[in-house]
């Protein structure tokens, strides 16, 4: 008895073997497809620039000198780029406004022109505002990419242009009763006669991914010397110095 079943378990263990083995050769797993593209999302063409630039005041100051904390640009664009070499390198464009305020430190020694020369009292705070319609271009270049070959270390630098459509000048003193005065000037005539209209300069960024520092120096002047209207009053009225350089944050969103 004992010698039928171990017959019967025998061929049983054969038969079910050789069903498996013929399962495995009628049915081979599929191979394992290895592909070099990795789902990306195309290198973004155009995006929206966010700068913010502080004036970088040297040692040497001027009769009003410029308040560097409380003195810069702050430019909002659109970037619109043109990548070359897959995108290892480019071009960006960026068409925007600039604002840009000018703060002065008061000091006892004055030689500023725009107060009106009646005014009595000390001043407590003056400013210039600007706004310009600006073209920053520039080349950049892309050091390191991620896998969707996007930029991640890169650098840039080039040029803008900028045109003045806008200014004011706006002092503040406080009164013989102890009352706070804020005065703003602003006209036409005032911007044609004191500012230079263009505004040019180069810029140079380093950055990674969304975010770069932003050095800029412009190469133009900002008074043009009152080479049309000169003060009244006597010779000893100047434009201050307005220190060209400024150092700043780039967002790219």
């Known amino acids: 008895m004992k010698y039928i079943i171990g017959t019967i378990l025998f061929f049983v263990s054969l038969f079910l073997n050789s069903f498996s083995q013929d399962t495995l050769v009628s049915a081979p797993a599929a191979p394992k497809v290895v592909s070099d593209d990795l789902p990306a999302d195309p290198p973004s063409h155009f995006d929206l620039v966010f700068n913010r630039g502080l004036i970088l005041v040297g040692t040497t100051q001027d009769s009003v000198p410029v308040s560097g904390s409380n003195s810069g640009t702050f430019f909002i664009g659109g970037g619109i780029k043109f990548p070359l070499a897959n995108n290892k390198m480019g071009i960006r464009l960026t068409p925007g406004i600039a604002f840009s305020r000018i703060q002065y ?31 920053p271009l520039g080349f950049y270049l892309n050091i390191s990419r991620d896998e969707d070959n996007d930029p991640r270390f890169f650098v840039e630098g080039g040029g803008y242009l900028g045109y003045l459509f806008s200014a004011s000048y706006k002092y503040s003193y406080t009164n013989t009763s102890g009352q706070r005065v804020n005065t703003q000037i602003k006209d036409q005539e005032k911007i044609q006669n004191e500012f230079e209209r263009l505004r040019y300069g180069i810029y140079a960024r380093v950055g990674y991914k969304w975010a ?26 100047k434009n201050p110095l307005i220190p060209p350089m400024e150092l700043g944050l780039t967002i790219f969103l």
């Open 212 to 237: 770069s520092l932003y050095y800029s120096y412009r190469l133009s002047a900002l008074f043009d010397e009152f080479a049309n209207n000169p003060p009244r009053g006597g010779a000893g009225y």
């Open 105 to 135: 430190n008061q000091t006892s020694i004055k030689s500023f022109p725009t107060v009106p020369d009646s005014l009595d009292f000390t001043l407590t705070a003056e400013k210039h505002s600007m706004i310009y319609a600006e073209l």
